[in-house]
């Protein structure tokens, strides 16, 4: 089984819907992170996390919102869904490890492509 | 402003070259990761590193710090290479490289 998981796989969705994209790791990392990829961009980090209680805005935040709900488990929401945060969303996971350390290491879930019409 | 610099953009080999893949960064960091990504998506780590250089399998990964500058080299290409390679950087936060997709033909 995969180590990190991320549901749905696809989805398509209209204007203005609420949509909740979920990751769930069995990898007993601490850190967290979610991610949108564009054509031509490289990753943008949105939200990242390195533990439950600790949230931390990213890159390109502004549109998503986040829920740390265990160890296990990240959200990322989109209140109101808008057709320019059409784009493929990564969750990925690291241990907390000294800085320059290999628990930078990260790892990634299989990616959700996300369409908004 | 990019952080982080690869070149090719694009790569194209016939099978059996040894393929190299350049990676440039301009900010101070503490450790630099090599990914693979397949043309369905996934995303897989290759390479971890902060100096030197580590090898697995036919795929080497070195790093000079001082130059700020990491290649990843593949030896006897496959068609099972064709991916996209990204670059990332780890300094006060993560930074990506674009990519760089590399299409190996038999």
């Known amino acids: 089984d995969a180590d990190v998981t991320q549901t749905p796989r696809n989805r398509i969705t209209k204007t203005g819907k609420r949509i909740m994209l979920e990751c769930s790791q069995t990898?007993?990392?601490?850190?967290m992170y979610w991610y949108r990829q564009d054509p031509g961009l490289g990753l943008r980090l949105i939200y990242y996390?390195?533990?439950?209680?600790?949230?931390n805005k990213g890159e390109i935040s502004d549109g998503y919102s986040v829920s740390r709900q265990a160890q296990a488990k990240f959200s990322l929401s989109l209140e109101s869904a808008i057709p320019n945060q059409t784009a493929l969303y990564f969750c990925?996971?690291?241990?907390?490890?000294?800085?320059?350390?290999?628990?930078?290491?990260?790892?990634f879930g299989p990616g959700t492509r996300l369409t908004v019409l | 402003k990019n952080e982080v610099e690869q070149s090719p953009q694009n790569l194209t080999a016939q099978e059996g070259e040894f393929i190299t893949i350049n990676c440039s960064y301009s900010?101070?960091?503490?450790?630099l990761h090599w990914l693979q990504q397949h043309p369905g998506g996934g995303i897989v780590s290759l390479f971890m590193?902060?100096?030197g250089k580590k090898k697995h399998g036919r795929l080497i990964a070195t790093i000079n710090i001082q130059e700020k500058h990491s290649s990843l080299h593949i030896t006897a290409s496959h068609p099972r290479d064709s991916a996209v390679y990204i670059c990332?950087?780890?300094?006060?936060?993560?930074?990506f490289g674009t990519g760089t997709s590399l299409t190996v033909i038999p």
């Open positions: 990332a950087v780890i300094g006060n936060q993560f930074y």
């Open positions: 900010v101070g960091i503490s450790a």
């Open positions: 990898k007993g990392h601490d850190r």
């Open positions: 996390s390195f533990d439950v209680k600790d949230i």
């Open positions: 590193l902060s100096s």
């Open positions: 990925a996971t690291s241990v907390v490890g000294l800085a320059g350390g290999s628990g930078n290491e990260q790892f």
